[in-house]
T-cell receptor, first 114, second 113 residues
Framework: DTAVSQTPKYLVTQMGNDKSIKCEQNLGHDTMYWYKQDSKKFLKIMFSYNNKELIINETVPNRFSPKSPDKAHLNLHINSLELGDSAVYFC?????????????FGEGSRLTVL | GDSVTQMEGPVTLSEEAFLTINCTYTATGYPSLFWYVQYPGEGLQLLLKATKADDKGSNKGFEATYRKETTSFHLEKGSVQVSDSAVYFCALSESRSNYQLIWGAGTKLIIKP
């Protein structure tokens, strides 16, 4: 009964491959996010969806494409993987106008590109 | 634009020591302030928050007071434990940026027994 679940937890792949990370939340939230955390723990928002609609699209290479089939799911597809894509990717969710500021995070998906 | 600055880590302390992790912010409006904690191998979770000046957030023995005059939100704990070892993130949100969280760089805390 995990609130925000991501799969896979670990992903090791070769440069040039295409991979996907899936995220699901069972909290009834209407906003979901993808964050990238680098090796120095710096956290950077990539995308945010509200009710399946893209509301934040930060400066991210267009090799990264989010997809939200419904408001409980937000997947991340990455084409033509590069070494610099190696990081931990976190999915999170919240209520739309989260004045409380509380985001609920998944456990992360560690991507290693060789 | 809005920003959050945290003290650089790692911060290494012995068990039962007093902890302070500094956080200062820059904001155009009246932000809400937050501390998140990330334990090893886990996602971030909200530790405490304060929504207006002079508010004190507290949880699990941690405290932080919203100081508008010094634009600070320092995290404190009187006696740390090994289990407090984690990365701590300060963040802010405000209505002008549609409540999107602005994050600090994170401070790694290491507690030695």
């Amino acid at each position: 009964d995990t609130a925000v679940s991501q799969t896979p937890k670990y992903l090791v792949t070769q440069m040039g491959n295409d991979k996907s990370i899936k995220c699901e939340q069972n909290l009834g939230h209407d906003t979901m996010y993808w964050y990238k955390q680098d090796s120095k723990k710096f956290l950077k928002i990539m995308f945010s969806y509200n009710n399946k609609e893209l509301i934040i699209n930060e400066t991210v290479p267009n090799r990264f494409s989010p997809k939200s089939p419904d408001k409980a799911h937000l997947n991340l597809h990455i084409n033509s993987l590069e070494l610099g894509d190696s990081a931990v990717y976190f999915c999170a969710s919240s209520h739309r106008t989260s004045i409380t500021g509380e985001l609920f995070f998944g456990e992360g998906s560690r991507l290693t590109v060789l | 634009g809005d920003s959050v600055t945290q003290m650089e880590g790692p911060v290494t302390l012995s068990e039962e020591a007093f902890l302070t992790i500094n956080c200062t912010y820059t904001a155009t409006g009246y932000p809400s302030l937050f501390w998140y904690v990330q334990y090893p191998g886990e996602g971030l979770q909200l530790l405490l928050k304060a929504t207006k000046a002079d508010d004190k957030g507290s949880n699990k023995g941690f405290e932080a007071t919203y100081r508008k005059e010094t634009t600070s939100f320092h995290l404190e704990k009187g006696s740390v434990q090994v289990s407090d070892s984690a990365v701590y993130f300060c963040a802010l949100s405000e209505s002008r940026s549609n409540y999107q969280l602005i994050w600090g760089a994170g401070t790694k805390l290491i507690i030695k027994p």
